[in-house]
């Protein structure tokens, strides 16, 4: 190979690594704007597309944990604040941490801080996904308990 081709490539393989660098270094938040889905409704904007409605409110519902037969009260409440859940059928509580969105779902990373299952309590930390549906709230529960994969999900009214 010539000796101008060989800088060619060594020039293109470095730039390719420093691309890759960067992406892999930039922060979260630049991943993960803010997303209006958890702004309050605005009442039109410019341009003529109209904000998408609200997850901000108080919610609940029941919670189906994949492989179990009884269905489980969840609420959970999201404001400018933050984001808390409760499982009053369990004696837990727990605050998220809003970790991204997407135009559809925002998603959370939850901490139990009452009933926690390494403390001797029932429930896991976990990651939870929301959804406008309708007036409605879709939500997926994911975590791993004990080396083992637990899915839960259900539909929230807003109270």
Known sequence: MPEGSRYKVLSYCSAALVLAMVAA??????????????????????GGAAAAPSINGNWSGQLT?????????FELAINARGAET??????????????GSSKSYVFYAETITKGQAEKGGRCPDGTITVARQGDDLAL?????VQGTTVVAYGTLKKK
């Open 140 to 144: 997926g529960w994911f975590g791993s």
């Open 86 to 99: 409760k499982y009053p059928d369990l004696d837990c509580t727990g605050k998220l941490t809003r970790v």
């Open 65 to 73: 944990q994949v492989g179990s037969q009884t269905p489980y009260k």
């Open 25 to 46: 270094t930039a922060p979260a938040i630049a991943q993960f704007p803010p997303a209006p889905d958890d702004q309050p409704a605005a009442k039109g904007k410019r």
